[in-house]
């Protein structure tokens, strides 16, 4: 018998095993840890719309994926990455407005989506896109969050200084040769495992309050861009962990308390303005 | 699989780098016409021009960045897109995202981003040079305009390279700054790098530049400052206003 197979019979013999409320929560701490690291490095590359962007254009390819019978994750990557370059390719064409050129293309990208659910006759739950459902995540959602964040460790470890460099001064990034283009290839499609894989927890729309707040409340005190990473995953770490027992606690739905606990989060620094 | 470009300009040297007839359009819009400029080794040369004029266009082009659409640029005998390495540019400060989480020190080490691994000894001769060391640990953003100028200069100082172009290095920073700014620039020359600064300014501060390159669209003057001024009859419209 194959060795593959076998373990994934093994941990899903482990799972199994669990109190139903542990895989939702590790899926939620996984996800609380990894949407802020990788918001991190979209807030510091100024590339956060491009993320929102591709949160929204995984929806074809989660269906027609979905149609063809393949995994709908990759498919949603795929259409995400296509998303993020389209708007690239177009955004240098006659120096159009980046913000409009993104905002149209994701709408496009949406609405697209949007279409082919009732043209190929699938059931899928926009709901859950949208808003995630983390008490219904299974073995394969944890797998991919892994995979997520072993990609985003990949890309951090192999290109640190380059990233650094990039989101410091770009120009000055290409003034000595860095392959900037490839950094931003590369950064897109960390973004879209990342939003794929977490959407299944919290959902598309949820994903980018996980990806933007727990990283605003120390950005301007870190002295580097670990530090910050670090800091804001554990401020995701706290926050996914606190909604999710809170959730519990009040019976109402995880992936929602955790976006309106991202807001909170904002809330002290307003105050004290 | 093609070789990395080699600069063999750099076993001989500083080289001077020369500018031949560069021509540069964007989008069919002309933007510089037969420029040709030589920079000596040791020399601080002011390159002076009104917005729009085409001098950061230029810097970019001798420094590799962008490729005229006729004309070459060397470095030595070598053409620059072999040896970008050792033509440094530091960019206008508006390019700089200044609130990024980031000490001095690693600002700093970048310039070696993509050199032999940074040792503290150079890190620290360089931040000594420009006289930020007590400041190594600081945050970028809690630094003055004067003394983030003087971090992007010694990010320059940490690459190989022996010919600087900076671009508006003295925009936006107060006047005490501004002197610093280019007391340290004429220490770099006096040491043999060739310094190349572009500002849209015009004042009693070009004095200490050995020369002058007055450019809008094509050079209009070439010369010591002195031979510059008399040179130019229509002085006033470039302004009068302090810096280098």
Redesign the interface.
Known sequence: MPSRPSAIWGITAVVDAMPWWLLPLLMALLVGVLCPAAGTLLV?Q?RLLQANLISHAVLPGLALAMAFGLDPALGGVVSGVLGALLAERLQRRDGRSHEAVINTVLAGFLGLGVLLIPLLDLRLNLEAVLFGDLLAVGVADLMRTLAAAAALLGLVWSAY??L??L??????A?????PVRQLRLALAVVTALVVVSAMAAVGVVLVIALLCAPVLPG??R????R??MLRASLVGLVLSAGGFGLALLLNLPPGPLIGVGCLGLLLPGARSR | MQPAPVCSAAAFGSPPLQARGLVFAYDRKPVLENVSLTLTPGSLTALVGSNGAGKSTLL?LL?G?LVPQEGSVLLGDQPIHRC??QVA?M?QRG???W?????VR??VA?GQ??GARTSCCDLDAALQRVGLLPLA?R???ALSGGQQQRTLLA?ALM?PARVLLLDEPCAAIDPPARQQLLRLMRQLADAGYSLLVSSHDWGEALNVYDRVIVIDRSVQADGTPAEVRHALTALSDLGNHCCG
């Open positions: 510091t100024r200084r380059s650094v460099y989101g410091v001064d770009p120009d000055g290409a003034a000595v040769g860095l950005l301007q870190v002295a580097s861009l530090t910050a | 970019h420094q960045q970008r390495s540019l960019p390019r700089i995202d609130s990024f989480p980031i000490t690693e600002m970048l981003v993509q640990s945050r970028l953003d990010r690459q």
